[in-house]
Nanobody, 128 residues
């Protein structure tokens, strides 16, 4: 299965932007476009929240209400890379952000149980 590593987190002021990157490592028989890819986030004491998801062929995306209009998920299959462009950041976006790879895409939600490979996370902190 694919292994994923996140990068791009950091400290940003309210209203600023960050782009998170997730790089996948695959075996020679595996392909990045075999996987639905998603971004999750989690703050201490809270459940992990699905933020955005993109179907394996890139034809569909899903955003949580908290991300709609501000975040954009995209990927580059040739480089085995997933992105999350985050604009108009708010203090409530402060969290550890995780990349995940799975075999299922849901049109109306993101289910954590659908994802089989997880990164270690990258911290995003939005200061007011």
């Amino acid at each position: 299965r694919v292994q994923v590593v996140e990068s791009g987190g950091g400290l940003v002021q309210v209203g600023g932007s960050l782009r998170l990157t997730c790089t996948g490592s695959l075996t020679t028989t595996d392909r990045f476009d075999y996987y639905a890819m998603a971004w999750f986030r989690q703050t201490p004491g809270k459940e992990r929240e699905g933020v955005a998801c993109i179907k394996w062929d890139g034809s569909e995306v899903y955003y949580a209400d908290s991300a709609k209009g501000r975040f954009t998920i995209s990927k580059d299959d040739a480089k085995n890379t997933l992105f999350l462009q985050m604009n108009s950041l708010e203090p409530e976006d402060t969290a550890m952000y995780y990349c995940a790879a799975g075999r299922k895409f849901r049109e109306y939600t993101i289910e954590e149980s659908d994802f089989i490979s997880w990164g270690q996370g990258t911290q995003v902190t939005v200061s007011s």
